[in-house]
């Protein structure tokens, strides 16, 4: 059985305060999770994007190449395999 994560999603510092929230599955990847925020708020998808994700002792971050300023330290969320919910 596949759970579910409930995402509440609040544009910081917008007056009057944009909000979402979305439902995605619990075998989702970080790239499939930022495809669908993009969606929900009507954006075009245009912008790089990181996640960091934090486990006990270690952060990793994921998120698209930045081809004019590669940092090293992200993985790209579309080809690594673990960077799933």
């Known amino acids: 059985m596949i759970m579910s994560y ?3 999603i609040e544009l910081d510092g917008s007056n009057p305060l944009v909000w979402r929230r979305i439902v995605v599955p619990s075998n989702y990847t970080l790239y ?5 925020i993009q ?3 009507g ?8 996640y960091c994700v ?7 971050r994921y998120g698209l190449p930045d081809n004019f300023d590669p ?7 579309k080809t690594t395999n673990s960077c799933r919910l």
Not at 32 to 36: E, K, P
């Open 54 to 60: 934090r486990n006990p002792s270690v952060m990793k």
């Open 43 to 50: 954006w075009e998808n245009s912008h790089l994007f990181e």
């Open 6 to 8: 409930l995402f509440y």
């Open 71 to 77: 940092d090293p330290e992200v993985s790209d969320v």
């Open 39 to 41: 969606g929900a708020f």
């Open 32 to 36: 499939r999770l930022h495809l669908d």
